[in-house]
């Protein structure tokens, strides 16, 4: 009989969240986002690569901010270009593989 008066108290589970680590985006905010690629491309640059006017008339930060959480469409190729603007960093970053011949002697 206590048996069953201790499950009856045992809240009900919550739901577990899911872990996010393939998940490139996991924990970087859209203000950041969008900050680091005007850092990296600039506001002209930025409008070259996706044509959207947030980000060639008049273009801020929270203006941008504003537009891309209202619009999915424009938000994924932000983070899009995004993630290729760190692939690219990581690139640069890494030191060039010595080729070796096919055969093992140089």
């Given at each position: 009989m206590?048996?069953?008066t201790l499950m009856s108290e045992?809240?009900?589970?919550t739901s577990?969240?899911?872990p996010q680590a393939r998940n490139p985006l996991h924990g970087i905010?859209?203000?950041t986002i969008v900050t680091e690629l005007e850092a990296h491309?600039?506001?002209p640059g930025l409008a070259q690569r996706i044509n959207i006017r947030c980000f060639a008339s008049d273009p801020s930060v929270s203006s941008s901010l504003k537009?891309?959480?209202k619009t999915p469409w424009a938000r994924e190729k932000v983070e899009s270009l995004?993630?290729?603007m760190l692939r690219k960093k990581e690139q640069k970053s890494r030191p060039a593989a010595k080729?070796?011949?096919k055969y093992g002697y140089e």
């Open positions: 206590l048996q069953n045992a809240p009900a589970p577990i969240p899911v905010t859209l203000e491309y600039g506001w537009f891309l959480r995004y993630l290729y080729a070796t011949r």
